[in-house]
């Protein structure tokens, strides 16, 4: 029989019926345009958007720049790393925040991910470990929190510096405190579909003051804006922010609570809705008590085992009724991407030590996920992961 029901119009944070954005970004958008001032150099409301950005987050300093990428770079940037010295990262992450490594002329080395979860672990951190090691970065996965005390003692032991990219995070805690206060830094995006935004735009956290003038100087062209006899001192870019871009972080940020909640509402709610679908694997699971997942995205595990087919099977009939989703995530490990299998960011992989990463990618089913959802849109997609799974797995 042919299937009649009109697909689900479900709000999305690529326009406005996901996004939320209104009145108060237009009247600090007015102020800057009114001003003039359109650049942050001398501007007034970039310092403010990061004094605002660090007092919410529980940080000493917080410098902006133009992206989650320009913040993982310009966090790297500030160790002055050498070439050939070594920083673990994820393979399941953006190439935004794997190769400001080579371009700092470190080597990128892929610890294994946590197939359930997708996150890097202290023991997979650890058999990546050489005298080389100069920095870990550990990804919160689409707003999972990493479990942080067996990877802080790790690196803490070692002098090895700890960067939390939290980019899909925003306000996750892990035992009760915020992530990017575990590590020496924090990395997070302002890209379009992210918990806020300012369309494109980032911000490096630390409580070092040193860390934070480097951080700057990085931002800045190396540039000491300042010194008594300021001078290039640093191979730095200009990763600045915009005063436009600085006005709606602010009106952004004063929003971020009520919107992180909202989307964690809704998540419970969905979670609840399937949870006794069969060989579903949900995001909650295994998060300890005081433990908070942001939801950047809604993401599962599909056993192919129980659900023939997997997330790819699963993400055809979602989509042919209007819910978008991503089947496999990224489709493979960063490694896997051509530009770091030749050329002159080519990375040499254990390919063995990888079986859990490349499960957990022929596992995930990511569905978007944004603070507009309402509990009846919730429900309609239940429904039809629940119809779609009953065909798959009657």
């Not at 957990?360 to 119809?387: F, G, K, M, Q």
Request: net charge negative; with cysteine; glycine share 10%.
């Amino acid at each position: 029989m042919t299937d009649l029901r009109a697909p689900l119009s479900l709000p999305s944070d690529r326009d406005a019926t996901g996004r939320d954005l209104g009145d108060a970004e237009l009247a600090l958008l007015r102020e800057v345009i009114e001003s003039g001032h359109l650049n942050s150099t001398g501007g007034t409301l970039t310092p403010r958007f990061e004094r605002e950005f660090a007092t919410r987050f529980g940080a000493a300093h917080a410098i902006a720049c133009a992206s989650g990428s320009a913040a993982i770079h310009a966090a790297l940037g500030s160790l002055r790393l050498e070439p050939g010295d070594e920083v673990v990262t994820t393979p399941i992450t953006d190439m935004g925040a794997i190769l400001p490594i080579g371009y700092e002329g470190a080597v990128p080395v892929f610890a294994a991910v946590e197939t359930t979860t997708g996150n890097v672990t202290a023991d997979t951190i650890e058999a990546c470990l050489t005298d080389r090691t100069r920095a870990v970065i550990v990804t919160h996965l689409f707003g999972r929190p990493c479990d942080l005390p067996p990877i802080l003692e790790l690196v803490r032991g070692r002098d090895i510096v700890l960067i939390e990219d939290c980019a899909q995070a925003f306000l996750a805690e892990f035992d009760g405190s915020l992530v990017g206060s575990f590590g020496d830094m924090a990395c997070y995006s302002f890209q379009q579909g992210k918990h806020m935004t300012t369309g494109e735009g980032g911000i490096v956290t630390t409580n070092k003051g040193e860390v934070a003038d480097r951080i700057t100087r990085f931002v800045n062209k190396g540039w000491g804006y300042g010194d008594p006899n300021p001078d290039h001192d640093c191979r730095g870019l200009n990763y600045r922010l915009t005063e436009l871009q600085a006005a709606v972080g602010i009106a952004q940020l004063q929003k971020l609570d009520r919107v992180v909640e909202h989307r964690q509402q809704r998540a419970r709610q969905m979670c609840d809705e399937l949870r006794d679908l069969g060989g579903i694997r949900l995001p909650d699971e295994g998060l300890g008590p005081n433990d908070r997942h942001a939801f950047w995205r809604f993401a599962v595990g599909v056993d192919p085992e129980v659900v023939p087919g997997g997330p790819d099977a699963l993400g055809r009939r979602l989509t042919a009724c209007g819910v978008h989703n991503a089947p496999r995530y990224i489709k493979k490990p960063a490694f896997d991407c051509a530009v770091l299998r030749e050329g002159p960011f080519a990375t040499d992989v254990d390919h063995g030590a990888h079986t859990s990463t490349r499960a957990c990618l022929e596992r995930l089913l990511v569905l978007p996920w944004n603070e507009h959802y309402t509990p009846e849109h919730v429900s309609a997609i239940a429904d039809e992961i629940r119809r779609a799974h009953e065909e798959l797995a009657p």
